[in-house]
T-cell receptor
Framework: EPEVTQTPSHQVTQMGQEVILRCVPI?????FYWYRQILGQKVEFLVS????????KSEIFDDQFSVERPDGSNFTLKIRSTKLEDSAMYFC????????????FGPGTRLTVL | DQQVKQNSPSLSVQEGRISILNCDYT??????FLWYKKYPAEGPTFLIS?????DKNEDGRFTVFLNKSAKHLSLHIVPSQPGDSAVYFC????????????FGTGTRLQVTL
C-alpha cells in the first residue's frame, strides 16, 4: 500500500539553526501539506501546497518557514532560524487532486530545538 | 481555537464491547468530517469519513454518525479489539479547496481483555 514517508525520524538542532524536513508524498498525489503537533497539544495545520505554490497557510507559518518541491518526488519544510517553541512532531500529508478532504499522513519527524 | 472538540481525553472499553468516541464542532461551515487513529511514534492513519449530506457511514467495524443540528459526530467501533487501542482524532474541513484539516485534541481508547 502506498504511503507517505518522512526523513529524518528525529532531528535535534541548536536554537537559531536552519533545519530541513523531508517528505516523499504518495506518488499520484498532487496536494501536499505540513502539520505539526506540539507535545500534549492538538495537530495543527501549517501549510498546503499545489502546483508549486502555497494554497493556504496558517498564522503559524510565518517568514521563518518555507516549503519547496525540489524535484518530482520530495516535498520539504525549511525552518530558517529555529526557536525553542518549534520543538514538535512535524507531519507531512498528501492527497489526490479531487479528494483534498482525505489526507494521508507520514510517520512524522520529531524536531527538538535545544 | 476550539472549533473541534473531543471532550473525553480517554476511554476504556472491554474487548468485544462497543466503543463510542464523540466529537463536537462549532463551525457550521465544515462539511466533511474524518476520524484518524494514531499509534505512538506514528502519523495519524485515516480511518473513516463522512460528508455533511449524510448522517451515517459504515466501514466494517467502524461507523460514523453525524448530527448536523447538534454539530456532533461519533465513531462507533463494534466489536472493539485490543488492536484498536490508540488515540483517535476527529477532524473537520471544508471541501472544494485544499483546505486544512482542523483536529480535535484526541481521545485515547484502551481496549482491555
Amino acid at each position: 500500500e502506498p504511503e507517505v514517508t518522512q526523513t529524518p525520524s528525529h532531528q535535534v538542532t541548536q536554537m537559531g539553526q536552519e533545519v530541513i524536513l523531508r517528505c516523499v508524498p504518495i506518488s499520484n498525489h498532487l496536494y501536499f501539506y505540513w502539520y505539526r503537533q506540539i507535545l500534549g497539544q492538538k495537530v495543527e495545520f501549517l501549510v498546503s501546497f499545489y502546483n508549486n505554490e502555497i494554497s493556504e497557510k496558517s498564522e503559524i507559518f510565518d517568514d521563518q518557514f518555507s516549503v519547496e518541491r525540489p524535484d518530482g518526488s520530495n516535498f520539504t519544510l525549511k525552518i530558517r532560524s529555529t526557536k525553542l517553541e518549534d520543538s514538535a512532531m512535524y507531519f507531512c500529508a498528501s492527497s489526490e487532486v479531487l479528494r483534498t478532504d482525505t489526507q494521508y499522513f507520514g510517520p512524522g519527524t520529531r524536531l527538538t530545538v535545544l | 481555537d476550539q472549533q473541534v472538540k473531543q471532550n473525553s481525553p480517554s476511554l476504556s472499553v472491554q474487548e468485544g464491547r462497543i466503543s463510542i468516541l464523540n466529537c463536537d464542532y462549532t463551525n457550521s461551515m465544515f462539511d466533511y468530517f474524518l476520524w484518524y487513529k494514531k499509534y505512538p511514534a506514528e502519523g495519524p492513519t485515516f480511518l473513516i469519513s463522512i460528508s455533511s449530506i449524510k448522517d451515517k457511514n459504515e466501514d466494517g467495524r467502524f461507523t460514523v454518525f453525524l448530527n448536523k443540528s447538534a454539530k456532533h459526530l461519533s465513531l462507533h467501533i463494534v466489536p472493539s479489539q485490543p488492536g484498536d487501542s490508540a488515540v483517535y482524532f476527529c477532524a473537520a474541513t471544508l471541501t472544494g479547496t485544499a483546505s486544512k484539516l482542523t483536529f480535535g485534541t484526541g481521545t485515547r481508547l484502551q481496549v482491555t481483555l
